[in-house]
């Protein structure tokens, strides 16, 4: 069969890397709303429960068991099952209904009922209803800061970063599992340094990673992943009941936990059980909220491609964020693997998650180089930031990342840097170089980093879990080094500990060591007017990137409107039949002396005058003066030229050949891409009027053609046109302008 | 001293730091450099106690978040158990790892060392679920 260039072109797009395919239900690849998806049902007798989403009570696995056991409030179950899901799918999205009435509600539902009513909203619907849901008041992000060469200065270097730039947790993670205690150090000292209160983890197997936590290298968790059915749960090694301890031993040594689940994981597995994703998830969800986790990571994460490959993929991803909002657990919305490789693919299906706002919108926004994300690449990274709080300052939304200037990059990272290096050295860990510190502050990646003794780097840090050394160890290292802010920050992570504040629901902290929580901040959005709103100081400096330009900078295009076009002549009709006459815009080489392209003035008035003059033309200049709009320019001079042809020019360059029987709009030919615009241009636009004045044929003026010029240049072009028109004198004839 | 109110005295730290103690019995402004520096704060001392775990526990509740609380009012009683036994446990309850005595001992162990009896209960309870999932060994 053949296929046309543009099929071609189509399949050659990133897009096409991606396999899509028609749902197959019995290998779970179904979004939502599967064949064999159980009906809700809940039957109680005597406060236990008997059945469960269409399965006997003799019947249940362990996850049925246990959400039956913990994950049920049998008292609001009675009123809240009974109530039709279209009636719960109104209640979810009616401004009217509490959060608080909503949560109470989820309290009394099975997970086959949850997955039913959320389906049956719209994605704009599940937006507003994750709007009015999340848990906590403000939303947030979280960074993830990894390397290559685990590089502990630049390790340190990125996480000072990423805090200044307002992440609220920072996670990292390990190429070679041993590296983890002393990556767990860079992210601790780093993070403090860029802000005080950024909460860190280290991603490691479950055992380390609660022993990190244990020294007080980490102050948070969200390694504890579970799956919706038994046999991809003990695939994991683990069981409800090993989680919910696990959970526990995590907040006995005050720190945070949040659980992991997402939909695709499952079917991966093997083990889906011919249901769809989304019941799967509720499945995962009620198992969570029952071990009393306060939180959890979901919407595909790391298998979030799956869900992508079925129809409905983005809408079944964002009723996941949906339903564990519902169920009153801190969300932390994916979009931290790569889930499309196109541009506008991923970054449509962010929106579901950016505008409504989440308590993390990424769990893991990719604060590296791709290169250097040992996550698995990173939906977004580093390389992103400017269009990420450039969206952000588009939609007036607050997605949790702020502006940083690259002074204030640079010093924090080398502070970072150094820090690091006394740590070290103060532990006696193998020593960061002067010159891995410096390498750190202006690396792109690590492939810019000098290479370590890795081998004395393991050895190191086998030492730090044998010979226990902690949180507090760090915190005299850096006051011993003379790091005394960051030593505070240090001991103000463990600090944390005591009180125990950051356990509940969607904790972070803020200034001044404010934990912000679902309990002392929550979400109370009730409509317009209420709620979390991007405004004042906050939305100030989300608007005020480090990119942005002074309107006034455009300054340096104007000067002092010359004197020398006060009191000249009135410009009356000419006689002679060779005449072009050219107008000039009424800022032109007065109060504005360059086009838009940077060509001077004068120099464009010189070659449109040897343009006309090159066939026998005459030229004429005239200042049209009650006028800044090209056609009326030209359309003004073409009356007083004796050929009946003009030129009309605008400040900004924009030039147009006109003939004086046209209509003003009509015209001989136009130039609109000023930027474009070269004096050999002008050159050409004077030969040409004079052709059309002497009668002679000619071919129109070849024009250069960017479509994107306008987008470029529409901020400068509008600045240069009000500077034009705020020249222009109502009713004023035009006058001759001596060239 | 007011009693402690889970519904008013959220965050601790700020609003009810007179709460608030460190194992040894140190208040939160007393967790300073200086104090580090001379000795003053024992090691270890940077953590929750069990009774401070408990009254987070009472202010999940009070927010409705009834199984946070059960995950703290169990963290409470898990705060003093060593790291060691809180991972052998970890171990002995994941799936296949355990027979029902093991488990049945853990419990009895949680209950009379730690006074740990909600997370007995724990251990009792997926020792049952175990023995009808065939997870035990």
């Not at chain 1, 994950?71 to 179950?77: F, K, N, P, S, T």
């Not at chain 1, 006394?422 to 502050?441: K, M």
């Not at chain 1, 005394?484 to 950051?502: F, K």
């Not at chain 1, 409107?561 to 006459?581: C, I, K, M, Q």
């Amino acid at each position: 069969m053949s296929e046309s260039g543009r099929a071609r072109a189509r399949a050659d797009r990133e897009l096409r890397l991606e396999t899509i395919i028609e749902p197959q239900p019995d290998l779970g690849l179904v979004t939502m709303n599967g064949p064999n998806d159980p009906t809700p049902e809940l039957t109680v007798r005597d406060g236990v429960v008997e059945s469960m989403d269409g399965k006997r009570a003799d019947e249940f696995d362990l996850i049925d068991i246990f959400v039956s056991l913990h994950g049920i409030d049998l008292e609001v179950a009675e009123g809240a099952m009974a109530l039709p899901d279209l009636e719960i799918a109104h209640r979810l999205i009616d401004v009217g209904i509490s959060r608080e009435d909503l949560v109470r509600l989820s309290r009394g539902l099975t997970p086959a009922k949850l997955a039913h009513v959320v389906s049956l909203l719209d994605p704009v619907e599940m937006m507003f209803a994750l709007k009015k849901l999340r848990a906590r008041r403000r939303p947030a992000n979280q960074a993830h800061v990894t390397n290559r060469k685990e590089s502990p200065a630049l390790l340190a270097a990125d996480a000072a970063e990423a805090a200044a730039r307002g992440f609220a947790e920072i996670e990292t993670t390990v190429g070679v599992a041993r590296y983890a205690p002393l990556n767990a150090i860079a992210l601790l000292v780093g993070s403090q340094t860029g802000r005080p209160g950024a909460l860190t983890q280290c991603a490691v197997e479950e055992r380390r990673n609660l022993q990190l936590g244990m020294q007080g290298l980490t102050t948070y968790s969200e390694t504890l992943s579970v799956y919706g059915t038994d046999a991809a749960l003990v695939d994991g090694d683990d069981t409800p009941w090993s989680k919910a301890f696990l959970a526990s031993a995590y907040a006995s040594r005050g720190i945070k936990v949040r659980f992991t689940s997402g939909s695709g994981s499952e079917a991966l597995m093997g083990h889906a059980e011919g249901c769809s994703m989304l019941h799967l998830e509720a499945r995962c969800l009620s198992l969570i909220r029952a071990a009393g986790s306060q939180g959890v990571q979901n919407g595909g994460i790391s298998t979030v491609a799956l869900p992508l490959a079925l129809p409905g993929g983005s809408k079944s991803i964002l009723a996941e964020n949906l339903m564990a909002a519902w169920l009153g657990l801190e969300v932390a919305s994916g979009n931290d693997a790569i889930a499309s490789h196109s541009p506008i693919r991923k970054t449509a299906k962010l929106m579901g998650q950016f505008l409504p706002g989440t308590d993390f919108v990424t769990s893991g926004y990719s604060a590296v180089p791709r290169y250097d994300n040992m996550f698995g690449g990173g939906n977004y990274d580093s390389d992103d930031f400017d269009e990420w709080t450039t969206i952000q300052r588009d939609w007036q939304v607050d997605a949790g990342i702020e502006p940083l200037s690259e002074e204030a990059a640079l010093t924090v990272r080398q502070r970072a840097a150094t820090a690091i290096q006394s740590v070290f050295r103060h532990l006696g860990l193998p020593a960061i170089t002067d010159q891995e510190v410096a390498d750190a502050v202006l690396a792109y990646d690590s492939a810019d980093m000098p290479d370590r003794d890795r081998a004395a780097d393991v050895e190191a840090a086998d030492l730090v879990y044998a010979e226990n050394v902690t949180g507090i160890d760090v915190v005299r290292a850096l006051q011993a080094a003379g790091h005394t802010d960051i030593a505070e920050a240090v001991l103000g992570m463990q600090r944390l500990r005591v009180s125990g504040d950051y356990l509940q629901t969607s904790a972070i902290v803020g200034s001044d060591w404010q934990v912000e929580s679902a309990v002392s901040d929550p979400n109370h959005y009730r409509g317009p007017g209420t709620g979390y709103r991007l405004e004042g100081e906050r939305w100030e400096r989300l608007q005020t990137l480090p990119h942005r330009l002074d309107p006034a900078s455009f300054a340096a295009h104007r000067s002092p409107r010359a004197d020398s076009s006060v009191g000249r002549a009135e410009a009356l009709p000419g006689a002679n039949h060779t005449e072009v006459v050219i107008g000039l815009g009424p800022a032109f080489a007065a109060s504005l002396q360059a086009t838009i392209n940077g060509l001077s003035h004068g120099s464009v008035l010189k070659a449109l005058d040897e343009g006309v003059r090159s066939i026998g033309g005459a030229p004429r200049f005239v200042r049209v003066r009650r006028t800044s709009d090209v056609a009326f320019i030209a359309h003004d001079a073409s009356r007083l030229s004796g050929s009946g042809i003009s030129i009309g020019i605008q400040s900004k360059g924009t030039a147009v050949i006109h003939r004086a029987d046209l209509e003003p709009l009509d015209n001989l030919e136009l130039f609109s891409m000023a930027p474009l615009l070269t004096l050999d241009s002008y050159r050409a636009i004077g030969r040409n009027a004079a052709a059309y004045a002497l009668g002679l044929r000619t071919s129109p003026v070849p024009v250069e053609i960017d479509n994107f010029a306008r987008a470029k240049n529409i901020v400068q072009t509008t600045l240069l046109h009000a500077t034009e028109t705020a020249s222009v004198e109502v009713g004023a004839p035009a006058e001759e302008f001596e060239f | 001293m007011a009693e402690f109110d889970p519904a008013y005295d959220y965050p601790l730290s700020s609003n009810r730091p007179d709460l608030v103690r460190t194992p040894h019995g140190l208040r939160l402004d007393e967790l300073t450099l200086d104090g580090l520096f001379h000795g003053s704060i024992p090691e270890g001392d940077f953590r929750a106690t069990p009774a401070t775990l408990r009254m987070q526990a009472g202010v999940a509740r009070s927010v409705g978040m009834s199984q946070l609380g059960d995950n703290l009012d169990r963290a409470a009683e898990m705060a003093v158990i060593p790291d060691e036994v809180i991972l052998e446990i970890y171990t002995a309850l994941r799936p296949g790892r355990s027979s029902a005595q093991v488990l049945e001992e853990w419990a009895e162990r949680l209950e009379e060392d730690y006074s740990a009896t909600s997370v007995a209960a724990l251990v009792r309870e997926a020792s049952v679920a175990y023995a009808r999932r065939n997870l035990l060994k």
